[in-house]
């Protein structure tokens, strides 16, 4: 169930709605949602909070810069 919850995404994404959305699970896991924005009612990845925490440490430190 993925209603209700209070999806959020980058401010630097697409206008055009190519982007993810993210959202913490309300089951106090720390375990994070991901879902594509154009297709919301679609299917959900579910990351643990350490998978969570390791890609954003990566984004910060710049691994994926093309």
């Known amino acids: 169930m993925t209603h ?3 999806w959020r995404k980058s401010s630097f994404s697409n206008p055009n709605g190519n982007c993810v959305e993210f959202t ?3 089951d ?3 375990d994070v949602l991901i879902r594509h ?3 919301p009612d ?3 990845i579910r990351y643990t909070a350490a998978e969570w ?3 954003v440490a ?3 430190a710049g ?3 093309v």
């Open 4 to 6: 209700g919850l209070l």
């Open 24 to 26: 913490p699970v309300c």
């Open 28 to 30: 106090g896991s720390g």
């Open 37 to 39: 924005s154009k297709r």
């Open 42 to 44: 679609d299917a959900t």
């Open 53 to 55: 925490r390791a890609f």
């Open 58 to 60: 990566g984004v910060k």
């Open 63 to 65: 691994e994926f810069e």
